[in-house]
Nanobody, 114 residues
Framework: VQLQASGGGLVQAGGSLRISCVASVSIFSIDVMGWFRQAPGKQRELVAAISRDGSGSYDESVKGRFTISRDNAKNVVYLQMNSLKPEDTAVYYC?????????WGQGTLVTVSS
């Protein structure tokens, strides 16, 4: 298993969650890591990305609410999610970006109730 996401759960709209993704390989040399999500019946989409120097970029749908971070020493990527909305409900995954060459893993389910 190369990527293991955790920390998801059920939260009410307006609430917060922090999810984590641990890699079984070193991410130090990976220029960009991303968080993706896949809602039921929809394609997987990139929601946030972080470069090796810590610069983050975000999809418009999460900008100002989500914050991505990484700890290269621990091979972990985090996603802090605030002001959650029902439309954020999805399974969340991490992977390298733009070449998603690591094994995806099971992801972590985030469910936001209205």
């Amino acid at each position: 298993v190369q990527l293991q996401a955790s920390g998801g759960g059920l939260v009410q709209a307006g609430g917060s969650l922090r999810i984590s993704c641990v890699a079984s390989v070193s991410i130090f040399s990976i220029d960009v890591m991303g968080w993706f999500r896949q809602a039921p019946g929809k394609q997987r989409e990139l929601v946030a990305a972080i470069s090796r120097d810590g610069s983050g970029s975000y999809d418009e749908s999460v900008k100002g609410r989500f914050t991505i971070s990484r700890d290269n020493a621990k091979n972990v990527v985090y996603l802090q999610m605030n002001s959650l909305k029902p439309e954020d409900t999805a399974v969340y995954y991490c992977n390298a970006w733009p070449r998603m060459y690591l094994s995806w893993g099971q992801g972590t389910l985030v469910t936001v109730s209205s």
